[in-house]
């Protein structure tokens, strides 16, 4: 069993940034491929960004590449995703996830462990 908590959101204004981590407990974190997820209120859950188990292969969303860097420190059993000119849009719940595999996926059915979430709040 993993357990994920997701730390860092907040409220911050249109351009800003934020930096969420996520810790992970349990088993040999670096054979696990991390990704996060958001949810809008009223919408469904989509693909933010993945990372791969040794941390060498990412992918991220079209609505946010150029802006948010998905990483990870395996010493650390920690997962980040640094978000930089944060638009409005950007406002949801952000989940972290991770996949018994080390390869990353961006549908989240794929994904067996989830955090609880954390709000990201962007302001115009």
């Known amino acids: 069993q993993v357990q994920l908590v997701e730390s860092g959101g907040g409220l911050v204004q249109a351009g800003g940034s934020l930096r969420l981590s996520c810790a992970a407990s349990g088993r040999t974190f670096s054979n696990y491929a991390m990704g996060w997820f958001r949810q809008a209120p009223g919408k469904e859950r989509d693909f933010v960004a993945a990372i791969s188990g040794g941390g060498s292969s990412t992918s991220g969303a079209d609505s946010v590449k150029g802006r948010f860097t998905i990483s990870r420190d395996n010493a650390k059993n920690t997962v980040y995703l640094q978000m930089n000119s944060l638009k409005p849009e950007d406002t949801a719940v952000y989940y972290c996830?991770?996949?018994?595999?080390?390869?990353?996926?961006?549908?989240?059915?794929?994904?067996?462990?989830w955090g609880r979430g954390t709000q990201v709040t962007v302001s115009s």
């Open positions: 996830a991770g996949r018994a595999s080390m390869v990353p996926a961006t549908y989240d059915h794929l994904y067996d462990y």
